[in-house]
């Protein structure tokens, strides 16, 4: 079976890249149960499946992931923007890489246009204090340079078990 052309991307669709789609749609809500603190900070590392989403689905499949992968995170911090704010990161990632940009810049510039967003949100529509909120944007800093570490390291090898 031949699915050409679904979301717009050139990839031929066939089972095995579904499921590895699903995958990357849904674990990221397991992966965002795990985290570590330093500092005060909470680093998280389900932004690794979102970036890997987008590395091989392209914008689209980054938006996806970052939506559908932090449901769980939104539900359980009653917080509906954050799948927002994913779907920004993961949509932008994939932009800059679908156009041939390095990862670690992709997902530096992908967070760049995310935090405004992030801190808006945050602040003024969940109702966080905007300390807490900066200190959310450093670990999220962080946490996303060390997945785009992951995800250039990773993803080639991924993809070419699917594709």
């Given at each position: ?149 992951a995800t250039k390291l990773t993803a080639e090898r991924i993809k070419n078990l699917f594709f």
């Amino acid at each position: 079976m031949n699915y050409q052309n679904i979301f717009g991307t050139e990839i031929e669709w066939n089972y095995k890249k579904i499921l590895l789609l699903a995958s990357l749609l849904i674990f990221p809500n397991i992966l965002s149960l795990f985290h570590f603190q330093l500092f005060g900070l909470r680093f998280h590392f389900f932004q690794y499946l979102i970036f890997l989403s987008a590395f091989i689905f392209g914008p689209v499949g980054g938006i996806l992931s970052g939506g559908l992968g932090s449901l769980y995170t939104a539900i359980a911090m009653n917080n509906p923007y954050i799948a927002i704010g994913n779907m920004i990161l993961g949509g932008f990632v994939g932009l800059f890489m679908k156009y041939k940009l390095p990862v670690i810049p992709s997902v530096i510039f992908a967070y760049a246009i995310q935090v405004p967003w992030l801190w808006y949100s945050d602040i003024y529509l969940a109702g966080m204090a905007a300390g807490y909120v900066n200190m959310i944007i450093i670990a999220l800093l962080a946490s996303n340079i060390i997945c785009g570490a992951a995800t250039k390291l990773t993803a080639e090898r991924i993809k070419n078990l699917f594709f």
